[in-house]
């Protein structure tokens, strides 16, 4: 399974962003799907994931009421809807995916990685 993330870019705070991850290779419609962010010197941070149907998601505490996690199983694509950025919304953001029936928070847990898209929030 390939991943590609797109959708990253400069914004002011209090702005919108859009991610997106095409997968390849792989029945998608099957796999869990996850996105992570990282920092620069910090840990990689869990920010969502979905299930296989789109029918059961989760956001990071932090974040929610501002991101939100979707998929389009037609498209093989899933989405980050990123409202209200803040300046420590910065990071490179990475999606990733699992041949598991559920998702998790643990980034080892996850097979497949997609190269991350650079967010960069500016207040």
């Known amino acids: 399974v390939q991943l590609q993330a797109s959708g990253g870019g400069s914004v002011q705070a209090g702005g919108s962003l859009r991610l997106s991850c095409a997968a390849s290779?792989?029945?998608?419609?099957?796999?869990?799907m996850a996105w992570f962010r990282q920092a620069p010197g910090k840990d990689r941070e869990f920010v969502a994931a979905?299930?296989?149907?789109?029918?059961?998601?989760t956001v990071a505490e932090s974040l929610k009421g501002r991101f939100t996690i979707s998929r389009d199983n037609a498209k093989n694509t899933m989405s980050l809807q990123m409202n209200s950025l803040k300046s420590e919304d910065t990071a490179v953001y990475y999606c990733?995916?699992?041949?598991?029936?559920?998702?998790?928070?643990?980034?080892?847990?996850?097979?497949?990685w997609g190269r991350g898209t650079q967010v960069t929030v500016s207040s």
């Open positions: 290779g792989g029945t998608f419609s099957t796999l869990v």
């Open positions: 979905i299930n296989w149907s789109g029918r059961s998601t």
């Open positions: 990733a995916a699992d041949r598991t029936s559920y998702y998790t928070s643990v980034p080892t847990k996850y097979e497949y």
